[in-house]
């Protein structure tokens, strides 16, 4: 059982059998329904999750008026959480929602630093797995504050193509803060110009 985790973990460190097992003890498979909630902020983070397959969406709702902004998306063999409100014990100031049905293992905090006391490889790992959230919600965000909506949709497709076959055109459009008319005429325009391909 967890094997795409195993199959994970391995191509990030040379685990042992025996800390290969310790996942089985400490994880829980979960699959959630399109658009379920994973979490729902305020409330506290509790879950570390590893996507088995699916799709999670983290947003926040404006108090103003109550839209949804888009501030990622986790695809398979990514690990989703909220990361402040998870490692703090703070409310959450982001929701995550399954975009497809989703099937995710899950860790709490208390099963986790077990984990970390019993093989000290696995807080390795986690700090690995907690720089690459890091770079990528840095890259984001950097690319949402000093790029045109042109140069932020061509990032996207260069680093994350697999976005745009699987998750809705509103969503993504949302990710890179424009209208999704305005993300169609951009990618027609791009395209006929055969500035950028697929």
Known sequence: MFEP???YCLRILPFTDEELRAVDEHFVEKTFKRRELLLEAPRTCRHLFFIVKGSVRYFRIKEDDGSET???ISLDNQWATEFV????GTPARLSLQALEETTVYCIDKAHLYALYKAFARYETFGRLITERILQQSIDTS???????????FKH???TRAE???????KFIANL???SPE???RLQKRIYSQNKFLT
């Open 70 to 72: 888009t501030c990622d």
């Open 163 to 169: 976005l745009f076959q699987r998750v809705p055109r």
């Open 85 to 88: 409100s998870f490692t703090s």
């Open 5 to 7: 985790l195993k199959d």
């Open 142 to 152: 950097v690319s949402l504050a000093s790029q045109k909506p042109e140069e932020r």
């Open 176 to 178: 890179l803060g424009i």
């Open 156 to 158: 996207l497709m260069q």
């Open 182 to 184: 305005s993300l169609s």
